[in-house]
């Protein structure tokens, strides 16, 4: 943890104590008056504390939070309970006032630019992802990549970049790794991303999945497409994933595995394609096609993603 995120760290467990603590058990009833409550993180499957216990507790009986413990199900509203040993791995979970939220995170990007956030105000709590080298790598590399397949198309000036920012609804929120939409945005249409990018090195599936839930709900982040790349921290495997949302329902449209066999590189699918109505909002036209990243392109990716995890 960075030496900004220790001290607001500090800064926001004082105000906690100071600000909410006389309210929790009316507020929560099903928690604890803990004063250790923010100070506890969710991090793998390390012993847990009464706290982290309390907080776990928390999450699974509000499943309509932004990081409710819940399975993808057929239906965007019925999630399901997992395990204590599926929530997600490598972040800094916060029980703080909403007003520190607000004016601390969302008011001050030059303190949450390193990190990724998601946010609920109405149940004061903040999620920190914390940021590693190849998850930034991989980020960073396809929007590369995807840049440049839109440049050939004479579309670089008709695409604005989201990576990082905070995007919000209904006193929640979320910061994809990658997002992109059309510029301007059509006339009727929000100013958001179209298309979303996760990669996840220490997240679970379950993680990732639950990512996807959020930014394709038409509530929520409404996306219409959402690419996750899950990392296989123990072996040479990347899992890329293209999701959307068909007529209700959210659909694997398009997965691919690479893997190496023998010593050498296989893919499940020669290519990653982001349909172009889904970024642009519009029908291609004239030189114009889906925005497709080849096989080239993809084992790169895989390359420089092994190499940097030491395999």
Known sequence: MDIELRRLEKSMIAQSQQLTAPQRKADHPGIK??????????????????????????????????????RPSDSLDQPKDIPD?????????????????????????????????????????????????????????????????????????????????????????????????????PQGFPDKPTVILEVGVSESHIKLQRDVEWWLHPSKGNVNTTLTI??????????????????????????IEISTVNGQMELTNDSLTIPFESLFLRQPTGNENDITLDGETLQELADRTWRLQGF
């Open 33 to 70: 008056d803990d004063p250790l409550l923010s100070r506890k993180i969710q991090r793998g499957n390390k012993q847990q504390t009464s706290s982290r216990r309390v907080t776990r507790s928390f999450l699974k009986n509000k499943p309509n939070n932004f990081i409710s413990a819940c």
């Open 85 to 185: 040993s599926e929530l997600p791995s490598d972040c800094v979970l916060f029980y703080i006032p909403s007003r520190s939220i607000q004016s601390d995170i969302l008011d001050f990007p030059v303190l949450s630019g390193p990190n990724r956030y998601s946010f609920d105000l109405a149940a004061n709590l903040l999620l920190v992802k914390m940021v590693t080298i190849i998850h930034s790598d991989i980020g960073q590399f396809v929007n590369l990549a995807l840049t440049r397949v839109i440049t050939e198309m004479g579309l670089a000036a008709c695409v604005r970049f989201y990576a990082g920012a905070t995007i919000r609804e209904e006193g929640r929120g979320k910061e994809g790794d990658q997002g992109w939409g059309p510029f301007p945005a």
């Open 230 to 255: 899950k990392v296989d921290r123990k072996r040479p495997h990347l899992l890329i994933d293209r999701w959307e949302r068909i007529e209700g329902m959210i659909q694997n449209t398009q997965q």
